[in-house]
């Protein structure tokens, strides 16, 4: 009943843990069966191993948190060797989100990745956190179409692009990705943010600039979600401060075709649960049979 | 063991000194010396749960001391009897517990928190070292366990007058067990490599999730990137890198 095919792939249900926020699931395992998933975004992986940012990088805010991370991960071939394996013992769809500093960076993760049974990748071009890279691809359009064109190029599996919400114009952005060949796009990834410490009168991040997520960013991530849905034709993934069945309807409703959980997680580990069973007694109680009734179900007219 | 995400009934929830509490939860709870729960007694505001380290178990009854620093801290303040508070835990790496030797202790204001349970649960002779600004507190809790309680506070109205570190005298032990303000820590964890002691850390880093997702609260250790919240925040003494 919940099942929604993406991009080929098709999900048991539409709720995806997002990336960063789910590590490689060992963390959640814990708390529940990961196979209850729809799918599962990795945490970030780059080339190379990455420390990620020194000082804080964790700060909370009214409704959500900035984080400045920085993509702290073991690097492709210790996520394939060590990770890979644990994850796939789970029946859901495991997607790689691919980070980098340069296009050639991201070809060789994508290369290495593409011999793995992963069904599905998700391309970042908009960490905020790491310096010279990751959003300045995420931020004009023609270095976007650049980057995708390039990975698209060399991926051998369906390639989803995670879009930052900081892109000069959201609808543009899509469109561009559109044509460099992406088949579909999440949306969105955190938005730049900051704070500043006020007694030691100096910015709470070394980065100074760091990623906003959770509940308070939701409205206007829901508003990029409905405006690229109505402007292309690819699926597209809503992400952005989703905590309940019924955030994670309205994206559907938007035009999503599946959601991510972010940091929702953090406050509650099988919160993902929750939202898939909120899910499954919405549509049994409007008599829905198929998350395609009411995929996009706003902009139809009557 | 696994942690759980559940609801607890606050039993009491007393003021034990100026901006210092004693919160008990019941029931049934398990967990190590060092480790500690995400909680949170609110729905979606604050955002975030906050750790808070175990302090005692008393017949599954859990005990945690805390210090109101934020908002988060500031309503647990006004929990009352009878509330419901929600629980993730238990969490993290915590002390070793066995140890032989006599144990040296040196704690520092709130840091004292996870020393009580500690002291509970060693079986060697401990002697006790605390650091605090004006004035102790809590300290009744530790006496039956240990043998040599030392006190020092800033203002000099009781015990030493100075820093717990210029009393502390690391070569009496075979082991340290240190939690508090990181300056005082990084002083304890010199004297102790100085001594040839071996010294255990219990770090504080600002988390997310509290289960090792975000990473928000890694750290750089000699064996590479670790996270607070699950490889510690106890860690050995000479783990630890300091950036400076």
Not at chain 1, 139 to 149: E, L, N, P, Y
Not at chain 1, 239 to 252: P, Q, T, V
Not at chain 2, 26 to 51: D, I
Request: charged share 20%; with cysteine; hydrophobic share 35%.
């Amino acid at each position: 009943m919940t099942s929604v095919e993406i991009c080929g792939v098709e999900f048991k249900n539409p709720v995806i843990a997002a990336s960063g926020t789910f590590g490689f699931g060992r963390e959640y395992e814990k708390f529940y069966s990961l196979s209850k998933l729809g799918g599962i975004c990795t945490k970030g992986i780059t080339l190379h191993e990455r420390h990620g940012n020194s000082g804080t990088r964790i700060h909370e805010t009214t409704g959500g948190l900035l984080n400045s991370i920085g993509l702290e991960n073991p690097g492709v071939d210790v996520f394939i060797e060590e990770e890979l394996p644990h994850m796939e013992k789970y029946d859901t769809v495991i997607i790689a989100n691919v980070g980098g500093s340069t296009i050639e960076e991201y070809i060789m993760a994508v290369e290495k990745l593409n011999k793995t049974n992963i069904p599905m990748f998700e391309l970042n071009i908009s960490c905020p956190n790491v310096k010279q890279g990751g959003m300045a691809f995420g931020i004009k359009s023609d270095v976007a179409f650049k980057v995708v064109s390039e990975v698209k190029k060399v991926s051998k599996k369906p390639l989803v692009v995670k879009l930052s919400p900081n892109a000069e114009n959201i609808v543009d952005m899509a469109y561009r990705c559109c044509e460099a060949g992406a088949d579909g796009l999440s949306l969105v990834n955190t938005f730049s943010g900051m704070a500043i410490d006020i007694y030691g009168k100096k910015p709470v991040f070394e980065n100074t600039i760091a990623g906003l997520s959770g509940p308070c960013i939701k409205p206007i991530a829901l508003r990029m979600v409905y405006e690229v849905c109505s402007a292309v034709d690819i699926p597209v993934i809503g992400i952005g401060g989703i905590m309940d069945y019924k955030d994670a309807i309205e994206f559907i409703m938007s035009g999503a075709y599946g959601v991510q959980i972010g940091s929702g997680n953090f406050v509650k580990p099988d919160i993902c649960l929750d939202i898939i069973s909120g899910i499954e007694k919405f549509m049994k109680d409007e008599g829905i049979k198929s998350l395609k009734e009411i995929r996009g179900i706003i902009r139809r007219k009557s | 063991m696994d942690p759980k995400y559940c609801s607890g009934v606050v039993f009491s929830n007393t003021q034990v000194y100026e901006n210092i509490y004693e919160m008990k939860v019941g029931e049934n709870f398990k967990g190590q010396p060092g480790q500690f729960y995400m909680l949170r007694a609110w729905n979606r505001e604050p955002f975030l749960s906050r750790p808070i380290s175990i302090s005692n178990i008393e017949n599954g009854t859990i005990i945690f001391l805390y210090e109101i620093k934020g908002k988060g801290t500031e309503l647990f303040s006004k929990l009352r009897s009878g509330d419901s508070i929600e629980l993730l835990g238990p969490l993290g790496t915590g002390f070793p517990l066995g140890i032989e030797g006599n144990v040296g202790i040196v704690a520092g204001g709130i840091g004292i928190a996870p020393m009580v349970y500690l002291c509970h649960k060693l079986s060697t002779k401990v002697d006790f070292y605390a650091g605090f600004r004006e004035k102790s507190f809590y300290m009744d809790k530790i006496e039956k366990n240990v043998e040599n309680i030392y006190i020092s506070t800033d203002s000099g109205l009781e015990g030493h007058s100075g820093f717990i570190t210029e009393i502390f005298q690391p070569e009496k032990y075979s082991s340290v067990y240190t939690c508090g303000p990181l300056p005082m820590m990084r002083i304890v964890l010199d004297m102790c490599r100085k001594a040839n002691v071996s010294a255990y850390i219990s770090m504080e880093r600002r988390m997310a999730c509290g289960i090792g997702a975000c990473l928000g609260c890694s750290i750089l250790t000699t064996s590479g990137m670790r996270k607070v919240c699950k490889d510690g925040p106890v860690f050995k003494g000479e783990e630890i890198v300091f950036n400076d």
